[in-house]
């Protein structure tokens, strides 16, 4: 089973500022299958990047997803206040299925 | 809108049994696999299972393997999670979710529901 780590556990930043979030696989994740989704209070996760760094219908461009092999990054340039939410990633190279335990951007 | 509405969650007892519904609307319902991911309040995203197009093939993890049985109608647009079994690490948050692909439940799901709660506890 690959398991997915992600980094920073939270991130404590003001809008504006760039977040950066890491996701590390324990193994490579075969042709990039790496998927994020963002997750706010109390709604269901939602699609934001697949195949690493395709950006989902909806996203704005602040939104990039980079990586390969283990090392997956996901980027928000600029933080806007309805960018706070919880971010997973997920792979989806072999079975099973795993997701990571998420990195919490949250308002300094 | 395409939209999936997950019902049929509760308290049960250990070794007791549900079975959760997941109506979709909005699109195509058997051009696509579909999946359940749980999630513990608080807690990260676990995947549990994924049923292709037809349901011809079906996959779970190891943790519901043998207690927990996919379904889907096409007909009536609906999927189904028969939870046998149950144990209290089983109490989670169930989420539907559509896979955007026809012959592959192993990818990554593209619309979710809000999900439906299972309460495991004597």
């Known amino acids: 089973e690959i398991v997915l780590t992600q980094s920073p556990g939270t991130l404590s930043l003001s809008p504006g500022e760039r977040a950066t979030l890491s996701c590390r696989a324990s193994q490579s994740v075969s042709s990039s299958y790496l998927a994020w989704y963002q997750q706010k209070p109390g709604q269901a996760p939602r699609l934001l990047i697949s195949g690493a760094s395709s950006r989902a219908t909806g996203f704005p461009d602040r939104f990039s997803g980079s990586g390969s092999g283990t090392d997956f990054t996901l980027t928000i340039s600029r933080l806007e206040p309805e960018d706070f939410a919880v971010y997973y990633c997920?792979?989806?190279?072999?079975?099973?299925?795993?997701f990571g335990g998420g990195t919490k951007v949250e308002i300094k | 809108e395409v939209q999936l509405v997950e019902s049929g969650g509760g308290v049960v007892r250990p070794g007791g049994s549900l079975r959760l519904s997941c109506a979709a609307s909005?699109?195509?319902?058997?051009?696509?696999?579909m999946s359940w991911v749980r999630q513990v309040p608080g807690k990260g995203l676990e995947w549990v299972s994924g049923i292709t197009w037809n349901g011809v093939s079906t996959g779970y993890a190891d943790s519901v393997k043998g207690r927990f049985t996919i379904s889907r109608d096409n007909a009536k647009n609906s999927l189904y999670l028969q939870m046998n079994s149950l144990r209290a690490e089983d109490t989670a948050f169930y989420h539907c979710?559509?896979?955007?692909?026809?012959?592959?439940?192993?990818?990554?799901?593209?619309?979710w529901g809000k999900g439906t709660t299972v309460t495991v506890s004597s």
């Open positions: 909005g699109f195509t319902f058997d051009d696509y696999a």
């Open positions: 979710a559509r896979i955007p692909a026809s012959y592959y439940y192993f990818y990554y799901m593209d619309v």
């Open positions: 997920q792979q989806y190279g072999s079975s099973p299925l795993t």
